[in-house]
């Protein structure tokens, strides 16, 4: 089930739709977006990316008028928490809902009564604080880029 969302103000007459990834051609799409940002625009190392999670996770990725701008996963933790992971949007579409877009299609799909969390870089902290999110503790560095842990208030 997709989640529409007609944005007018941000990216006029644009949709932004967010779909699950349903098969080979669009985990590409979601490993090429990954790749993109995390790689050519912040620099980081290709193995950063790859933490074996990708097959226990429950991936979406997120259209512009059916154009590809950015993916997100969530998985189940061993400690029986949801992690919020690799919410990526293309810079140029950054600011015009995309990323709330992906968010809620998230938490949408998340079993109720769940602790949800995510570790975000610090720069988009007030961000997930605006979606609902409450910062926890101090900020820390993950591969040369301050990150700041924060859990859904329920």
Known sequence: MALLIMVTSQIPSSIIR???VRDD???AAVFD?????????MG???????????HISTHYLAFVDD???G?????MTLGRKVKLERFVVLPEFRGRGVGRALV??????IPDGQEVYLEALSDVVEFYM???????????DVNGFPHQQLILKK
């Open 18 to 20: 967010v779909d699950h």
């Open 71 to 75: 993916p997100a996963r969530w998985r």
């Open 33 to 41: 977006l990954r790749a993109s940002v995390l790689q050519g625009e």
């Open 104 to 109: 809620e299609a998230a938490l949408r799909d």
């Open 67 to 69: 154009q590809v701008e």
């Open 25 to 27: 051609f669009e985990f």
């Open 130 to 140: 605006k979606m609902g999110f409450e910062a926890q503790g101090e900020a820390y």
């Open 44 to 54: 980081l190392p290709e193995e950063s990316d790859v933490d074996g999670n990708d």
